[in-house]
């Protein structure tokens, strides 16, 4: 027997009993984005509202007894529903779906039964798995590439079909019925128990599956083709949304192209050429800035060759500048008795550092030097740089090459 949630895909709340509840685990993804692992129940219903996780499509939200359910997995006939509050076997209790995740669900699950009939009708292009995402669903095609004409022949016959409002029927067969063989379907899963439901659109497509369906193509409202990327081996990936999401995007894009207008003061229609030419301008600013900072570095590096107090160590910091800038100086300067440590970046946070000078000096402290800022490097002949966390830290750096200069001129 298929569950409530299947043989009616619009029922939103429904009285069933409790048939067992066990302690159980749940692992789960935190907002830290590590592993969780949650104690709880598995609860076995006599029969569900709330779809399992199952033939690509995510499992249902809901509440049972106002208890939020976190998980519903399939085990062959029957549904684990996973709640950190225990039910009472034998007890009625009252199921809810969350409804706008549900209809989301059949939505899109429908909309890829659509799109896949319609690709290989059209064009020969066979479905091999589908993922309803959050935000996307992907089908992957048996195809290593789907042209843009395709891809448009394909959104324009699935959205004529919504419009002719074809229903959408679901029927239960026998394993042993001879039309099962007739049947759309990439296999079953290997502890599949009952029977076989197949979801037919009329005139379109025939196809077993698991999941929940609208009755109606009109419920779709409308399907967008977002485009196509490339997949697994010789595989198409081909992203698209259905019904509401569609409403979603739509909304979102044209958020985005108010405050575009708003920001570059011209219209929709002018805003690539806009960009574009922003782009060039900060090309051209960057080369100039470039060039400048080159030039101020080979100043800089004359400077504290030609200062008074040239020798030992030289220290230098600034906040503006990269890897380049730092080298242009060590290159400019080229001195080999002094230690030249240079660094970049924000005088307190993170940045950029360079120390230059004999090269058995910094093989021995360059090492040291990311240790005490916090960073990491790398070097070899004479320079050793990387990037640092703690640029406070930099009068340490320098008290510790001060102190080997130091001991290197008494050791003399």
């Not at 069933?16 to 302690?23: D, H, I, L, Q, R």
């Not at 197949?198 to 419920?219: A, E, F, P, Q, R």
């Amino acid at each position: 027997m298929a569950f409530r949630c299947q043989r009616d895909s619009y029922a939103r709340e429904f009285t069933t009993t409790v048939v067992s509840c066990c302690p159980a685990e749940l692992q789960t993804e935190g907002s830290n984005g590590k592993k969780e692992v949650l104690s709880g129940f598995q609860v076995v219903l006599e029969d569900t509202l709330l779809f399992p996780e199952g033939g690509g499509q995510p499992d249902d939200h809901g509440t049972i007894n106002d208890i939020a359910v976190l998980r519903v997995t399939r085990r062959g006939a029957q549904a684990d529903h996973f709640t950190q509050t225990p039910l009472t076997p034998g007890s009625e209790v009252q199921v809810r779906v969350d409804w706008e995740r549900r209809f989301d669900h059949m939505q899109q699950h429908s909309g890829q039964h659509l799109i896949t009939a319609v690709a290989d009708h059209l064009f020969g292009l066979k479905t091999t798995s589908w993922e309803l995402g959050r935000l996307r669903s992907v089908i992957e095609l048996d195809s290593p590439s789907v042209t843009a004409e395709q891809v448009a022949a394909i959104e324009q016959s699935v959205n004529e079909k919504i419009r002719d409002r074809l229903p959408v029927n679901v029927r239960e067969l026998s394993l042993d019925d001879p039309e099962v063989e007739q049947v759309r379907a990439r296999g079953l899963p290997d502890d599949h128990a009952g029977p076989i439901r197949v979801v037919t659109i009329k005139s379109v497509d025939s196809n077993m599956c698991c999941g929940t369906h609208v009755s109606n193509l009109s419920d779709l409202q409308v399907i967008k083709i977002l485009g196509t990327e490339k997949g697994k081996k010789n595989k198409t990936n081909l992203i698209f949304l259905a019904g509401n999401r569609v409403l979603k995007w739509m909304e979102r894009s044209h958020g985005t192209e108010k405050a575009l207008t708003s920001l570059l003061k011209c219209g929709a229609e002018d805003h690539v050429e806009a960009v574009k030419k922003l782009q060039n301008s900060t090309k051209l600013l960057q080369k100039n800035n470039l060039n400048l900072l080159r030039d101020l570095a080979v100043h800089i590096a004359h400077s504290l060759r030609n200062s008074p107090d040239w020798g030992g160590v030289v220290a230098l910091h600034r906040k503006e500048g990269d890897s380049e800038f730092m080298n242009i100086i060590a290159n400019e300067i080229g001195s080999e008795e002094t230690l030249l440590f240079l660094t970049v970046g924000d005088e307190k946070g993170a940045g950029l550092f360079l120390l230059a000078g004999p090269a058995e000096a910094v093989e021995t402290l360059g090492p040291r030097v990311a240790e005490i800022l916090e960073g990491k490097g790398a070097g070899k002949k004479g320079r050793f740089q990387g990037k640092a966390t703690k640029m406070s830290r930099r009068p340490e750096v320098q008290a510790l090459l001060q102190d080997y200069i130091s001991t290197q001129s008494a050791e003399e």
